[in-house]
């Protein structure tokens, strides 16, 4: 069974940065495609940011040149670099992955991390 604990939310002031981890443990084979999303307060749950066992990534229109996710396979570790944080940008942010135990690929969630950014 794998765990998904992410970090590094909180409260910063427009143009400031944040930078999230999120860490995988657990019975873990491989982790394919691992990604942010976030929700914000009566808005529906949107992807940030995904990036694929090779590296490749994609982000959402709104926060292409800001944002940046990278991973760190030996630590089972995704990121997601945060810069010039805009009022919309508050939500609560939740790590994703596809990982793979042995034949069998799964899909885990974390439980969330609050990113709070005031005008």
């Known amino acids: 069974q794998v765990q998904l604990v992410e970090s590094g939310g909180g409260l910063v002031q427009a143009g400031e940065s944040l930078r999230l981890s999120c860490a995988a443990s657990?019975?873990?084979?491989?982790?394919?495609?691992m990604g942010w999303y976030r929700q914000a307060p009566g808005k529906q749950r949107e992807l940030v940011a995904v990036?694929?066992?090779?590296?490749?990534?994609n982000y959402a229109d709104s926060v292409k040149d800001r944002f940046t996710i990278s991973r760190d396979n030996a630590k089972n570790t995704v990121y997601l670099q945060m810069n010039s944080l805009k009022p919309e940008d508050t939500a609560v942010y939740y790590c994703?992955?596809?990982?793979?135990?042995?034949?069998?690929?799964?899909?885990?969630w974390g439980q969330g991390t609050q990113v709070t950014v005031s005008s």
């Open positions: 994703n992955a596809a990982i793979k135990q042995w034949y069998t690929e799964y899909e885990y």
């Open positions: 657990g019975t873990i084979f491989s982790i394919n495609a």
């Open positions: 990036i694929t066992s090779g590296g490749g990534r």
